[in-house]
């Protein structure tokens, strides 16, 4: 096992978590589209109150378990529950009102303002007895707020760049205002500035307000920076789980993607920093 030493001036992941928060679990989850299982009796307990990424190489099955915590995926057996009850259980609106997902590449209709769009969150808090009030409002705009997009209210979503568009909808999913945060891949297509951009953005969602997170991620680095929990899986399957220094080895980055690699620390954050061999770079096979 690999065992790192923050620098100085990192971060302690461990510091500031609440002890208690929403109880997100899958119990023996078997998911499926048609006749292709993707994931298979799987157990899983979402550490509340913190920041967790989910790992693996493509067609693991990552987004497809995201979807199913979120109630976008029916399982063909087991449960998602929250809080002890099965999400399938609970209405719509409650649970909209404590679990929120950002799925990849959200399209926005042509011409809708951020704003609008951001207002789009509350809609989980409206009823026809309730309708928009001051704490929406004040919603909204600690929303905007909280992503750096106060100036650009007015802004088409579609006129925007890709990292403030993808701010645009993490805006929405903070008005929601919902415990747990689902994100598929929020950094996919961003360049490396807007992606630690959103990255920072949602630590903060985390570290101010206590949020459970939980997001799929390509970048291993990226997971080991600002992830408390990491998930790795292969082929429908947890592999393993736990810190970032337990989970993120070499031997656990070669069974898992097929690669070799040499993991070090990362001067900046003091957690595992993995540095990929590949054919051309890989002088023990040369020699």
Not at 63 to 90: E, F, Q, Y
Not at 158 to 171: C, H, K, N
Not at 272 to 280: A, N, Y
Request: glycine residues 8%.
């Amino acid at each position: 096992m690999t065992t790192t030493t923050p620098a100085a001036d990192a971060p302690v992941q461990d510091a500031g978590h609440p002890s208690d928060g929403p109880d997100l679990r899958a119990e023996g989850l078997r998911l499926a589209y048609d006749d292709r299982v993707v994931v298979r009796d799987l157990d899983l307990v979402v550490p509340p109150g913190r920041v967790t990424a989910i790992v693996g190489a493509n067609a693991c099955g990552k987004s497809t378990l995201l979807r199913a915590l979120a109630r976008l995926l029916t399982p063909r057996a087991g449960a998602v529950r929250l809080d002890g009850r099965a999400v399938h259980a609970i209405p719509t609106r409650d649970l909209a009102q404590r679990l929120g997902i950002l799925p990849q590449g959200p399209v926005a209709p042509e011409g809708l303002t951020v704003v609008d769009l951001v207002t789009r969150g509350r809609s989980p808090h409206q009823t026809w007895w309730r309708q928009w009030s001051k704490a929406d409002e004040q919603a909204v705009h600690g929303a905007l707020a909280a992503t750096g997009l106060t100036e650009l209210a007015g802004r088409a979503v579609d006129e925007l760049s890709g990292g403030q568009r993808q701010r645009a909808w993490i805006a929405m999913a903070v008005a929601q205002g919902t415990p747990v945060l689902l994100l598929d891949e929020p950094t996919t297509y961003l360049d490396l500035a807007h992606q630690i951009d959103v990255l920072d953005l949602v630590t903060d969602l985390n570290r101010r307000e206590g949020r459970t997170i939980v997001m799929v991620l390509h970048d291993l680095n990226h997971a080991c920076r600002y992830a408390d929990h990491v998930i790795a899986m292969k082929e429908g399957r947890i592999v393993t789980e736990g810190p970032p220094a337990e989970v993120v080895t070499a031997a656990t980055v070669e069974d898992i993607f097929g690669l070799r690699c040499h993991v070090t620390t990362d001067p900046v954050s003091g957690t595992p920093l993995v540095i990929p061999v590949g054919r051309h770079h890989d002088t023990a096979a040369a020699g």
